[in-house]
């Protein structure tokens, strides 16, 4: 963003030099000043279209921030609430976390595995290895198990927000009661 700022405001200096040697009469060096302000006002409204144009974006994203921050608070809230207790499937994947990050093995010993056999089935390692750092920060329990669905939850939120562009879907999403339960 930094650069095509960057980019953008020295073409429009560039712009505006052009512009002015080329109003000035080569010959008898006489500046035609009508004709720099209609260009200089031209350019000026560019500039401002720009402007609006990035007040609009940083209005969005103070809105999905501000989205997002409800549904990380909701779903923090409701982390030790919303189950009550660790199911069967958070607990595996705890202790295959907690295994694969004392270890690097799970608990079948198998070595950093793309794909890992459960108590129960096989599944896509992905859940797993988000969360070992968790585990590692906040020790092996609900939050530790918990956190990274929470991050996957909120993730969800902003992914469709961008692809609907609508504050009501996210904002429904954020609040509804399943999504957090799962989230």
């Not at 429009?12 to 302000?37: C, P």
């Not at 779903?75 to 199911?87: A, H, M, N």
């Not at 096989?122 to 669905?149: Q, S």
Request: cysteine-free.
């Amino acid at each position: 963003e930094t650069v095509r700022s960057f980019v953008d405001d020295n073409f429009y200096i560039f712009k505006i030099k052009f512009v002015f040697w080329s109003i000035i009469d080569q010959n008898n060096f006489q500046f035609d000043i009508l004709g720099f302000l209609y260009t200089l006002h031209t350019l000026l409204g560019n500039f401002r279209g720009i402007m609006i144009y990035n007040d609009y974006r940083q209005h969005m994203l103070r809105k999905l921030s501000l989205i997002l921050a409800l549904g990380l608070v909701l779903r923090i809230g409701f982390l030790t609430v919303s189950p009550p207790e660790l199911f069967g499937d958070e607990i595996d994947v705890g202790y295959q976390a907690y295994s694969l990050l004392k270890t690097g093995q799970d608990i079948y010993r198998q070595t950093m595995p793309f794909y890992i056999h459960s108590l129960a089935e096989w599944r896509a390692p992905l859940l797993m290895y988000a969360t070992i750092p968790t585990i590692a920060i906040t020790g092996l329990n609900e939050y530790g198990v918990r956190l990274p669905e929470v991050i996957f939850g909120v993730l969800g939120i902003a992914i469709l927000f961008l692809m609907t562009k609508k504050y009501s879907i996210a904002i429904a999403l954020a609040i509804m009661p399943w999504h957090i339960h799962y989230s």
